[in-house]
């Protein structure tokens, strides 16, 4: 039996939900509580298997505290018709990052690291673990960490 895929559109704006769930730290039973649905339901939503009705939809952005528009920015619709598949797979892999618990959990702990300086050598140190386990032993783009 082929299954049919969830509409990309659907896809974003249950990431968005989730992720303004996650970033209020509320439940997705307390969203299906205050919705009157399940936490099921919820999560269905969120993945996008199931369709986001306009008045729910509304209900959600009452909830949550955000327009309805948060749901649709920077999402597939909004980009040209051109050929800009790579930038949309990156665009989703931001969001899938900014949507997942560590991404959220990051982004709130990185904004109150008050020092700038401090802020950019962790962007340092992330970029340079992200290089791989080779990194250790290639040169750093910072010449004060040669020692």
Known sequence: MDQKKPNPIDVYVGSRIRL???????SQE????????TFQQVQKYEKGTNRVGASRLQHI????????????????????????????REDDAV??????????????????????KLRQNILQLVKSLSRGPDATDTKSDDPRAAG
């Open 30 to 37: 307390t969203l299906g509580e205050n919705l009157g649905i």
């Open 20 to 26: 303004r769930r996650t970033m209020l730290k509320m």
């Open 95 to 116: 969001t899938r990052f900014v949507g997942s618990r560590e991404g959220i959990e990051f982004n709130l702990a990185f904004q109150r690291v008050g020092n700038p």
């Open 61 to 88: 952005s009452t909830i949550l505290n955000v327009p309805v528009a948060f749901f649709f920015e920077d999402g597939p619709a909004s980009h040209a018709a051109g050929d800009n598949r790579s930038q949309v």
